[in-house]
Structures are given as C-alpha cells and as structure tokens.
C-alpha cells in the first residue's frame, strides 16, 4: 500500500554508542507543518520549551518504552538527550493523521503528548507491538500493516495525491478545504484548514514557502559549503529571496528566523557544522 500521501517520512536518530558533548546532545528543530509518533527505544529525551530562542525549562521528559505525539510546531524548539538515545518517529501529514484519527489538532500545536491518550483506543495493540519491536526495519513494517487498511478507506472518501515537499501538500490541502462539505467561503475553508492541522493557512504557506527556499538554496551552483566543501562563494540572498516570492531580502530574513530562529548565514552554517542541526541535513 503506498501510503506517501500519509506518512511524510521515518526517521530513526540513535547516538548509542557514540561519545557526543552536551552541545551536540541537543535537537533543534524548525517550525514545520508535519506532526510525528515517537517510540522512544533507548535513553531519556527531554523537549525543551523555548520563547524567541530562549530556553524556558522543559515540556516533557521520555524515557525508553515511552511513546510520544508530537504536535505541529509554529516556531522552533529543541530537545536534549541525556545520554545515548534511540528514537524512531513516523513523520505524518497532520490532515492525513486526522482524518485516520479524528484527532484534535489544534489542541496539541507545540505540545509533546503521550501517544497512548491521544491516539484511539484501536491504535494501541500497534503502538505496543512497534515498541516491542526487534529492530527499526520491522517497526515500518508493523506500522503500515496497520496504516494501509485505514488509509485505503480514507483515499476511497477523499483521495490525496502523495507531496514529498511543503508546496504541493499546502496546494492541495487548499483546494479539498475548499471542496469539502457545505459552505464555501474563504472564511471556512480556513477553519477546516486549522482543524485539520492546528494552523491556520497563511503560517501553513509561509512553512512551506522557507522549505521550498532551503532547498532552493541546497540547488544552487554558489552554496557548494552545504555540499561538505569549505570553498564556496558567498550566498546571494537578495536573488535567493526574489526567486522564492519574497518582497525583499529583509522579508526573507525574517521569515527564516521564525522558522528556524536562525538568520539564513547562520543557518547555513549550523546546517554544515553544528550536529545539533542534524534533522536539518536529513530533511533536506
């Protein structure tokens, strides 16, 4: 069953076994229009709560046989492992999650929740078996066996097409709320946009235009650094800016820092050097 308009990506981050500082412990992740299940394998993960990059104290702390829901992000934030960890995250598309689970979206935006309350009751022998699971190979297995029947149903009452990136899911996303059900006016379109993910559509389109951008920036002939070369010519980013949409290259600035709370130099270069960044590199 190919479920790629459901599940945006896996990804399995394990530090066992390797000798990492406090800095390179944390986590730092950017504002982002997905939601994720969590089974926490090996290690203690603290999510850090964090204000206009400031680190206000801690959210949740996860322990090995934990499994966690973590919400959409309208701006950046961060976990700390204590210790060696093994995580894997199945990285949903949040109206695809809601329409499997009928979940209350907006109510977990910023939030680390336990899977094992929010999540149906009918989810819970799945979770369980994940968990108990020998090894990651076997949880993506496990997991689709339980996903394909559930999401066939959902495909059979309304198709979405698979969207690996940001813009084509958001495009998408825009013209089933405007289809679906009675009342089509801008207005409720937007609530059923906010209902189904936890945002509204204009956060939603700026997300998805900064991903777009970060890719575009990886796709250009002068950024060689991201590709692990020290020689490379300054990035333009006023032409970086214009080719994305941007008015000008302080609106851009702007929008990278609130998604990442970085400016985008110092985001090109935590990408490149800073292990902290590394969803970063995997995302892209």
């Not at 229009?33 to 290690?43: E, K, L, M, P, S």
């Not at 090995?64 to 829901?69: A, K, L, Q, R, Y």
């Not at 934030?77 to 979940?103: E, I, K, Q, R, W």
């Not at 996303?173 to 937007?190: F, K, M, N, Y």
């Amino acid at each position: 069953m190919h479920l790629s308009a459901c599940v945006r990506a896996y990804v399995v981050r394990s530090t066992l076994g390797v000798v990492l500082t406090p800095e390179q412990r944390l986590s730092h992740f950017p504002a982002g229009a997905v939601c994720a299940i969590n089974w926490i394998v090996a290690g203690v993960i603290e999510a850090m709560a964090v204000n206009a990059g400031v680190v206000m104290g801690s959210r949740r702390v996860a322990r090995p046989g934990d499994i966690t829901f973590s919400g959409l992000l309208d701006h950046p934030a961060m976990n700390y492992d204590h210790g060696p960890t093994h995580m894997f995250s199945a990285v949903f598309h949040p109206d695809a999650l809601h329409a499997l689970t009928g979940m209350d979206m907006p109510a977990s935006l910023n939030r680390v929740l336990d899977a094992r309350t929010v999540l149906p009751a009918c989810w819970l022998p799945a979770l369980e078996a994940i968990q108990q699971a020998p090894n990651d190979d076997t949880r993506i297995k496990l997991l689709e066996a339980h996903l394909a029947p559930l999401w066939t149903h959902v495909q059979r009452e309304h198709p979405r097409a698979p969207a690996q990136r940001f813009k084509a899911w958001s495009q998408g996303l825009a013209i089933r709320a405007s289809a679906a059900g009675w009342g089509r006016s801008l207005r409720q379109s937007e609530r059923r946009i906010k209902a189904w993910t936890g945002l509204n559509f204009r956060k939603l389109q700026l997300i998805s235009r900064a991903e777009q951008t970060f890719f575009d920036v990886l796709e250009t002939d002068d950024t060689r650094a991201l590709n692990w070369t020290e020689a490379a010519n300054d990035v333009n980013w006023s032409e970086v800016a214009r080719r994305n949409g941007y008015s000008d290259q302080a609106h851009f600035c702007r929008e990278v820092r609130a998604i990442s709370g970085l400016s985008p130099t110092e985001l090109r270069r935590a990408v490149r050097e800073d292990e902290s960044y590394w969803i970063y590199r995997v995302w892209m």
